[in-house]
């Protein structure tokens, strides 16, 4: 009888230290440091197929979406590429002197944060850079293991006659159009060659034994609109509309619009008024191929990642630097706090949590770093401004439920349905204001900001866009 009830303790003591081990073994899994996939798409608007968009032909992001966390309200901190992207990769709000275009250089603006791929790279990561992460791509070099940019003009024309009015000018007014129509294979654009340099890279660090952070920056669907032709070939033009938004109300400021000068810089646009319609159906029409465009070639990466068995062990997260507008407002490009300038494509994968989860919570660009660096493990820097939604993938509640957004002198506050808007002065005194509630007019077409109705509430918005766009907005240095 005793013997039996020593080899039951012992067999017990064995079951216990085999459980012991299974659950540190877990533990040790669970505190791996992740790889992450860092993928930068520029111009790219939240017209996409999983956002309710079904007539983009957009595969491979449907596919990643079916896989991550949707961010249904993403916003941009700054609705141009240089400022976003060094505001997100900093973690740092814009203000009145800080971020300001896409000449905006985060090593200059703020020399002494540390970046995202800076954190990561004192934390053992090997960091690259492939295209457009910052504008310069000379920006924030101390943060880099290595970068690279495909060679060639930045606009990457393929039609002869296109290079030769462009007298291999980087800028448009050499004699380019908006856009080009092109029988040639995905690797004579930029995006083709900057899919295949991370191809290359993934099957490099497949055998590294430091953790990755490989951020692909894609051009397309940025103007020019020049896309292979199959591309094109998956729309009908005949059934492509201008937008329902495509007026601008008396009661909107006139601040708020402007006269798209990126776009009117090619030849073929008209220098002054609107875009003719069927001008206009053909730029939507190059947008969409340079949407289909781009998304093909995040597919082959998303497959290699796959193939190389690195997909259980590396965080994805896809973002567009900012929204865009096709026709909205009678606007084109960015450089507005309307939300179709606002707002962006946000997707975040992360093995074993999500598998085509949505979020409603108002989010921020500026978000993102503390998010990565706490799914990482890594303690964030106290520069970093931005609130970390690793609290949504656990299920719990979120405390945020707004976001602050600038674009030179306007300043938008997004609180739930309501967007808030001030035109203000060096001293923060406004001098134009927009109120839009989407509840009732997600076409933000009714400004409510001057109606004597609404005047309790714009007073308190205008309090809280004072109290939560960062205590040195106002500040010159």
Not at 294 to 303: E, M, P, S, T
Not at 429 to 445: N, Q, S
Not at 468 to 474: A, E, Q, R, S
Request: charged share 25%; proline share 5%.
């Amino acid at each position: 009888m005793k013997k039996i009830i020593i080899y039951l303790f012992a067999c017990s003591l064995l079951a216990v230290s085999c459980k012991d081990k299974t659950q540190k073994k877990e533990l040790s899994q669970l505190n791996t440091p992740k790889n992450i996939l860092f993928i930068a798409v520029d111009d790219l608007r939240p017209e996409l197929n999983f956002y309710g968009a079904n007539h983009i032909a957009s595969p491979n992001l449907d596919k990643l979406a079916s896989e991550s966390l949707v961010f249904n309200k993403a916003y941009c901190n700054v609705p141009v590429c240089g400022a976003s992207r060094a505001s997100l990769l900093t973690g740092m709000r814009p203000t009145r002197h800080r971020f300001i275009d896409y000449k905006t250089r985060a090593d200059i603006d703020v020399s002494d944060a540390i970046s995202l791929p800076n954190l990561l790279k004192q934390n053992g990561y090997t960091t690259i850079s492939n295209g457009k992460i910052y504008h310069n791509n000379e920006d924030d070099g101390i943060a880099w293991n290595s970068r690279w940019f495909p060679e060639g003009n930045i606009r990457n024309y393929q039609i002869e006659k296109n290079i030769i009015e462009n007298e291999g000018s980087g800028q448009a007014q050499g004699g380019a159009i908006s856009h080009e129509i092109a029988q040639v294979h995905d690797t004579a654009y930029f995006d083709g060659k900057i899919a295949q340099k991370g191809i290359a890279d993934l099957r490099m660090l497949k055998n590294n034994k430091e953790p990755f952070f490989l951020a692909l920056g894609f051009m397309k669907p940025h103007l020019p609109f020049n896309a292979p032709k199959k591309y094109w070939d998956l729309y009908d033009r005949s059934k492509i509309e201008l937008p329902e938004s495509h007026t601008q109300p008396k009661s909107t400021p006139q601040k708020a619009f402007h006269n798209f000068g990126e776009l009117r810089q090619y030849k073929n646009i008209p220098q002054k008024g609107d875009i003719p319609e069927p001008l206009a159906k053909e730029l939507i029409h190059g947008y969409y191929a340079c949407v289909s465009y781009v998304d093909a070639q995040i597919g082959l990466v998303l497959d290699e990642l796959k193939r190389l068995n690195l997909e259980n062990d590396t965080i994805v997260i896809l973002w567009g630097d900012h929204g865009w507008n096709l026709g909205d407002h009678k606007l084109w490009c960015k450089h507005v706090t309307f939300e179709t300038a606002l707002r962006t494509p946000l997707l975040l994968k992360v093995p074993g949590k999500t598998n085509g989860q949505t979020t409603n919570a108002i989010t921020e660009f500026i978000d993102i770093y503390p998010s990565l660096a706490e799914l990482v493990d890594l303690e964030v820097p106290e520069t970093v401004q931005g609130q970390s939604f690793v609290p949504i993938l656990n299920k719990e509640p979120q405390e945020k439920d707004w976001a602050v957004s600038k674009f030179k002198d306007a300043v938008t506050l997004i609180k739930g349905d309501l967007f808030y808007t001030e035109w203000t002065k060096d001293d923060g005194v406004a001098y134009a204001r927009m109120l839009f509630d989407h509840k009732t007019d997600p076409l933000e077409l009714n400004n409510l900001a001057e109606l004597p109705e609404h005047q309790e509430m714009v007073n308190q918005l205008a309090k809280e866009l004072r109290a939560k766009w960062g205590k040195d907005f106002l500040r010159k240095n």
